[in-house]
């Protein structure tokens, strides 16, 4: 399998930015597609964006125009650009792949990361 690791959270103002990473290893030869969702406290996990293995982009209505999703596949990393910050952005942020199934259902992502904290303030 993949192993999948998060960096980049921390804390920002509101209207701020925040660029985090998902560094994939392990059968990387495998990396298809690569989602990134949120979860706030007292809130069931979100899908936010995803990429696949051609650079096509998925956004959820929340933060499209606001969040960019890219990767670098020499790099065997996934980035989630985020401008505009809102305090409702604020939740823990997981990566996680997939090879099959639908890009916006977190069933479907059988690896994921440890998470990266993510604080917008107001």
């Known amino acids: 399998q993949v192993q999948l690791v998060e960096s980049g959270g921390g804390l920002v103002q509101a209207g701020g930015s925040l660029r985090l990473s998902c560094a994939a290893s392990?059968?990387?030869?495998?990396?298809?597609?690569v989602g990134w969702f949120r979860q706030a406290p007292g809130k069931e996990r979100e899908f936010v964006a995803a990429?696949?293995?051609?650079?096509?982009?998925f956004y959820t209505d929340s933060v499209k125009g606001r969040f960019t999703c890219s990767r670098d596949n020499a790099k065997n990393t996934v980035y989630l650009q985020m401008d505009s910050l809102k305090p409702e952005d604020t939740a823990v942020y997981y990566c996680?792949?997939?090879?099959?199934?639908?890009?916006?259902?977190?069933?479907?992502?059988?690896?994921w990361g440890q998470g990266t904290q993510v604080t917008v303030s107001s």
């Open positions: 996680a792949h997939r090879n099959g199934g639908a890009v916006r259902s977190p069933e479907d992502y059988p690896y």
């Open positions: 392990g059968r990387t030869f495998s990396l298809y597609t």
């Open positions: 990429i696949n293995l051609v650079r096509t982009t």
